[in-house]
C-alpha cells in the first residue's frame, strides 16, 4: 500500500462559503437557499487555468506532449476525484435523501472540490487558489525516516468528557487560545457530526460523532494524542 500524501490545509473560507460549498443542488429549495452549483462553474474554470498555468510555467515553450500529458492527467476525473477524497469533502457534504446513493461517486466528489476551489477563487483570489494547487500537486509522501504516526486508538475513553477535559486544562495551563467549529453533514434524519478545534488560530485537528458532544470528544482525543497530553 503506498503512503498517504500530506496534503496542504485546506484554504479557510467564510461561513457563507462553507455553507455554499457543502450543500448540494438537491438541497435548492429556493433561490434563498445557497448550494454549490455556481462554484462549480466557477470552480472548473479557475482549476484549469491555474493547473495550465503551473504545469507550463516550469517546460518549454510551446509546452511539448509530456507537458499536456501531465495537464490532462492533473484536470482528469480521476485526479480530482482523489483530491477529494483525500480531503474528506464528502464527509462535510449536505445533501437531500433522495441522492444519498450518488453524492459518493466520482462525478460529484469532482464536482465538490470543484466547488470548493471555486469559493477560494472567489474570495481568496486566484493567487491564493493557484499556490493552494501548486503545494497539493506537489505534496510529498511521508518519508521513511519520518513515517505517518499511527492513529490513535478508536472508542471513548472510560469516563465521558474526559478528553475535552484535558484539552481546556492544558489550554489553559500553556495559554493557548482554544476555539471550536462544528458542520453536520448528511440526510436531516441521520447527521453526521464533524467538530474542528483550533489552537491559538491554527486548526489543530478534527473529530467525528453522531452528536456534536461526540464529535468535540473525538476532536479533543485527536488533540491530545497528537500532543501527547495523556489522560
Same mark, same amino acid.
Given at each position: 500500500?503506498?503512503?498517504?500524501?500530506?496534503?496542504?490545509?485546506?484554504?479557510?473560507?467564510?461561513? @457563507?462559503?462553507?455553507?455554499?460549498?457543502?450543500?448540494?443542488?438537491?438541497?435548492?429549495?429556493? /433561490?434563498?437557499?445557497?448550494?454549490?452549483?455556481?462554484?462549480?462553474?466557477?470552480? @472548473?474554470?479557475?482549476?484549469?487555468? /491555474?493547473?495550465?498555468?503551473?504545469?507550463?510555467?516550469?517546460?518549454?515553450?510551446?509546452?511539448?506532449?509530456?507537458?499536456?500529458?501531465?495537464?490532462?492527467?492533473?484536470?482528469?476525473?480521476?485526479?480530482?476525484?482523489?483530491?477529494?477524497?483525500?480531503?474528506?469533502?464528502?464527509?462535510?457534504?449536505?445533501?437531500?435523501?433522495?441522492?444519498?446513493?450518488?453524492?459518493?461517486?466520482?462525478?460529484?466528489?469532482?464536482?465538490?472540490?470543484?466547488?470548493?476551489?471555486?469559493?477560494?477563487?472567489?474570495?481568496?483570489?486566484?493567487?491564493?487558489? +493557484?499556490?493552494?494547487?501548486?503545494?497539493?500537486?506537489?505534496?510529498?509522501?511521508?518519508?521513511?525516516?519520518?513515517?505517518?504516526? +499511527?492513529?490513535?486508538?478508536?472508542?471513548?475513553?472510560?469516563?465521558?468528557?474526559?478528553?475535552?477535559?484535558?484539552?481546556?486544562?492544558?489550554?489553559?495551563?500553556?495559554?493557548?487560545?482554544? @476555539?471550536?467549529?462544528?458542520?453536520? /453533514?448528511?440526510?436531516?434524519?441521520?447527521? +453526521?457530526? +464533524?467538530?474542528?478545534?483550533?489552537?491559538?488560530?491554527?486548526?489543530?485537528?478534527?473529530?467525528?460523532?453522531?452528536?456534536? /458532544?461526540?464529535?468535540?470528544? @473525538?476532536?479533543?482525543?485527536?488533540?491530545?494524542?497528537?500532543?501527547?497530553?495523556?489522560?
Amino acid at each position: 500500500m503506498l503512503p498517504l500524501r500530506v496534503n496542504p490545509a485546506l484554504p479557510a473560507l467564510s461561513a @457563507d462559503g462553507l455553507l455554499s460549498v457543502f450543500t448540494h443542488p438537491s438541497l435548492a429549495i429556493s /433561490a434563498e437557499i445557497p448550494n454549490n452549483a455556481r462554484f462549480q462553474k466557477v470552480g @472548473d474554470i479557475a482549476l484549469q487555468y /491555474a493547473i495550465v498555468r503551473l504545469v507550463w510555467a516550469r517546460g518549454p515553450e510551446p509546452p511539448d506532449k509530456a507537458l499536456e500529458e501531465e495537464i490532462h492527467t492533473l484536470l482528469s476525473d480521476e485526479n480530482i476525484a482523489e483530491w477529494a477524497k483525500e480531503y474528506r469533502l464528502r464527509e462535510r457534504l449536505r445533501f437531500g435523501p433522495e441522492v444519498a446513493a450518488s453524492v459518493g461517486k466520482s462525478a460529484e466528489l469532482v464536482a465538490l472540490f470543484k466547488a470548493y476551489a471555486g469559493a477560494v477563487d472567489r474570495e481568496l483570489g486566484p493567487a491564493v487558489l +493557484t499556490r493552494w494547487i501548486e503545494d497539493l500537486i506537489n505534496a510529498p509522501p511521508p518519508t521513511e525516516a519520518q513515517p505517518p504516526p +499511527t492513529a490513535p486508538p478508536p472508542g471513548p475513553p472510560a469516563k465521558a468528557g474526559a478528553f475535552s477535559a484535558r484539552l481546556n486544562e492544558m489550554s489553559q495551563l500553556h495559554k493557548h487560545k482554544l @476555539d471550536f467549529k462544528a458542520e453536520s /453533514a448528511g440526510p436531516s434524519h441521520n447527521l +453526521t457530526w +464533524t467538530m474542528h478545534v483550533f489552537i491559538d488560530g491554527a486548526q489543530e485537528a478534527s473529530g467525528h460523532g453522531s452528536s456534536k /458532544a461526540a464529535a468535540k470528544e @473525538d476532536a479533543a482525543r485527536m488533540v491530545c494524542w497528537k500532543r501527547n497530553w495523556k489522560i
